[in-house]
């Protein structure tokens, strides 16, 4: 039973990662219908960007809560000011275009972060500074809980609430789920669309800016390439939890991670990189819209 | 990692935009795949022998190829600065596999065909040695591994060679040392099962550690690339053993280890050489104190050819060798023995040469090449104290 306790923990924590990276997938899908393949290698870019802030201002060596506030905000605007250039470069002239394209873009700009990411960064992985010294928050019985895994879970909650609260009770959130149901409409009520647009993908970018930084914490192996598979899970996860649907990507986050740390903990970790794409089929088999989706008739 | 990205780019009629982007992608990776030259000597004029050297210089393991290549350059400049081989001197060309498979098959390709080399060196990763294995039986050019430790490698022809020990005799050291040093008798793995350096380590491990009478009460796998190795420690923590065998690489073992700390595992983690680089200390910082590995050989020992090369390397390099740069500066030093015996460089003359290696003095070790063309040698279990690798003790070759 504690071991169970314990399994799930560890699931929490890594699905919160999912949660937020699935955010932007599914805030970006929700206005504008474009799954942004590049969201993985934002969060990439994230991490790094948080590792050179954080060796540029020398906070790896006095581990504080402060310097991670830092670390975390500077993440968070890099990321947000490189969303919303992917978005003005490679999106917006293609936005009357069709879909395929912008989804066919969207692969473009991931492989060429990926390579860029490269070459600036270069490939070999790179060992985040320690922002938090790692120690016990706390323990009951068996069942440990390091300050960090404790941290993500919080951080990532926080973030999320701040996000429901942007797009639920404030004007700029109002927009967002103007254009989200009808972008034209919207813009005939005065919507500026361009700038709701820019303004989500900023969003979504600096949360996946905020998963990286905690990546970097409580996983510290950062690499160019880190994005490509976190990527993709956070995608499986927003569809799970019904693409274009907020709460539905947490909760999907949340649930993928549970399900590959209890997969690899009770059967094997070689199934556990297959069992996203297994529920990702199973879910469009079964219930395309996912579970917290609303069915949408599409006219053909 | 990279199989996907290129398998969703390839065969899509993409729009201009794309096809430029992909275009400079494709500069870019052809600028990172560029060779490098370099450690031609100060003998004559003579037409250099042209030896190749994959490794990994970037990527996952990074630090291996760097290691080994530091290690064969030095190896060649000091062969050159005596005079050179048969009157020549050699000129090392390394090329670089990024740390992936498939690269490394290209990279030697790149050596045999592209520069004309007499011989390969390379790789340490036995995933890549095998891949590029083939290449070099089919040409008829021996290649020398410096550290990959499975079977397997030697198994691909009569042209494949190695410096080091095999990872039956280093999993069967391990097993008897957990066994006979530790007193433990539950034992868990943790393997990764995308290498076949680890597989096979572990598997030999598992053998001789059930011959002894001990118990394996876990065994777990992960991939390489991961981050995340909490699922699999709880499963162990709640197997309750002794030890931990995590045969890995260093990459992972530095987050295997600060994971499991945090868990609460305080039972020791034991490695083999896949563990040997600074960055298990980097990474892993206080949480690899106390562990223990098995090696081809230790920098504090007091054996004065180890120490004379430790202070030459460290002169040239400006950091202190780990095993990875000792063993590929005995691979250099035995292909250079070789050639001068076999006064050619020819390949089957070379083979022959190689293959008849005995008692030679190398720095990790007096080494022989035995008729599976696998070097015969002692290894060495190190344990790591005070953020150092610490010589613990020796143990002979069977």
Redesign the interface.
């Known amino acids: 039973m504690e071991?169970f306790l314990?399994?799930l923990l560890?699931?929490i924590?890594?699905g919160g990662i999912y949660a937020l990276i699935a955010l932007g997938y599914t805030m970006v899908y929700g206005v504008l219908r474009l799954i942004n393949f590049a969201h993985g290698e934002i969060y990439m870019v994230g991490a790094m960007s948080g590792y050179y802030v954080a060796h540029a201002l020398s906070l790896g060596s006095r581990p504080s809560l402060g310097g991670l506030l830092v670390v975390l905000l500077a993440a968070m605007a890099l990321c947000a000011a490189l969303g919303a250039t992917i978005e003005r470069v490679?999106y917006r002239p293609l936005r009357q275009a069709p879909r395929l394209?912008a989804l066919?873009?969207a692969?473009?700009?991931?492989?060429?972060l990926?390579?860029?990411g490269?070459?600036v960064f270069?490939?070999?992985?790179k060992?985040f500074p320690?922002l938090l010294s790692?120690r016990?928050a706390f323990?009951v019985g068996?069942l440990?809980v390091?300050n960090?895994?404790l941290m993500v879970v919080v951080t990532a909650l926080v973030l999320m609430a701040a996000l429901e609260f942007v797009v639920m009770r404030t004007r700029f959130g109002r927009a967002m789920r103007a254009v989200s149901a009808d972008a034209p409409a919207a813009a005939l009520m005065g919507v500026n669309v361009d700038r709701v647009i820019s303004g989500t993908f900023m969003l979504g970018s600096a949360l996946a800016a905020a998963a990286g930084i905690l990546?970097g914490l409580s996983?510290?192996?950062i690499?160019p390439?880190?994005g490509?598979?976190p990527g993709?899970k956070a995608f499986v996860a927003a569809v799970l939890g019904g693409i274009g649907n907020i709460p539905g990507a947490m909760a999907g986050g949340l649930l993928l991670g549970i399900v590959?740390?209890?997969?690899?903990?009770?059967l094997?970790?070689?199934y556990?990189?297959a069992i996203a794409f297994v529920i990702l089929i199973a879910i469009l088999l079964y219930r395309p819209t996912g579970l917290f989706g609303s069915g949408q008739v599409e006219k053909v | 990692?990279?199989a996907?990205?290129t398998a969703?780019?390839r065969g899509?009629r993409?729009?201009l935009?794309?096809g430029r982007?992909?275009a400079?992608?494709a500069a870019?990776?052809a600028?990172?795949a560029c060779g490098q030259e370099g450690g031609g000597g100060s003998a004559s004029g003579a037409e250099p022998i042209r030896i190749g050297h994959f490794a990994s210089l970037?990527?996952?393991t990074?630090t291996f190829g760097q290691s080994a290549d530091a290690g064969i350059r030095l190896a060649i400049e000091e062969i050159n600065a005596a005079g050179g081989v048969l009157g020549r001197p050699l000129l090392l060309i390394s090329e670089d596999d990024?740390?992936i498979t498939e690269e490394a098959r290209t990279a030697a390709q790149k050596l045999i065909q592209r520069d004309g080399v007499v011989a390969l060196l390379g790789e340490v990763a036995s995933s890549r040695s095998l891949a590029a294995a083939p290449e070099a039986q089919r040409a008829g050019i021996p290649m020398i591994t410096p550290a990959s430790t499975n079977p397997k490698v030697t198994e691909v022809g009569d042209y494949v060679f190695r410096t080091c020990f095999i990872d039956p005799f280093q999993g069967a050291v391990m097993a008897r040392f957990a066994f006979e040093d530790l007193g433990a008798r539950r034992v868990a793995i943790l393997s990764d099962?995308k290498q076949d350096y680890s597989v096979g380590l572990a598997e030999f491990f598992r053998k001789t550690f059930r011959e002894l009478g001990g118990e394996i009460v876990a065994d777990?796998?992960?991939?390489s690339?991961?981050?995340?190795f909490?699922?699999?420690l709880?499963?162990i923590?709640?197997a309750k053993p002794d030890a931990v065998f995590v045969p890995g690489y260093y990459?992972e073992v530095?987050?295997i280890a600060?994971?499991a700390?945090?868990?609460?595992i305080d039972v020791p983690l034991l490695g083999g050489d896949g563990w040997d680089s600074a960055?298990t200390l980097?990474?892993g910082?206080d949480a690899v104190e106390g562990y223990y590995f098995s090696n081809h050989y230790a920098a504090d020992s007091d054996n004065p050819r180890v120490q004379a090369f430790v202070r030459r390397f460290e002169e040239r390099h400006g950091s202190r060798p780990d095993a990875m740069a000792a063993l590929g500066y005995d691979a250099a030093g035995i292909l250079a023995d070789a050639i001068r015996r076999a006064g050619t460089t020819d390949g089957p003359a070379l083979r022959d040469a190689i293959a008849a290696t005995r008692d030679y003095e190398g720095v990790t070790g007096r080494i022989t090449i035995d008729a599976d063309r696998n070097a015969r040698k002692d290894a060495v279990v190190l344990k790591i104290e005070g953020g150092r690798f610490r010589f613990f003790r020796t143990v002979p070759a069977s």
């Open positions: 071991q314990q399994q560890n699931g924590a890594w490679a394209a066919i873009t692969i473009g700009v991931s492989l060429l990926q390579n860029v490269q070459l270069g490939a070999d992985p060992f320690a790692s016990e323990r068996a440990a390091s960090i895994q990546v996983n510290p192996k690499d390439l880190m490509l598979l993709l590959e740390t209890l997969v690899s903990g009770y094997s970790s070689t556990r990189d | 990692m990279t996907p990205a969703r780019g899509w993409a729009p935009a794309l982007a992909l400079l992608a870019l990776g600028a990172l970037t990527g996952d990074a990024r740390s099962f777990e796998r992960y991939t690339g991961d981050i995340e909490r699922a699999q709880t499963t923590r709640g990459t530095g987050l600060k994971q700390r945090e868990l609460g960055k980097e990474i910082g």
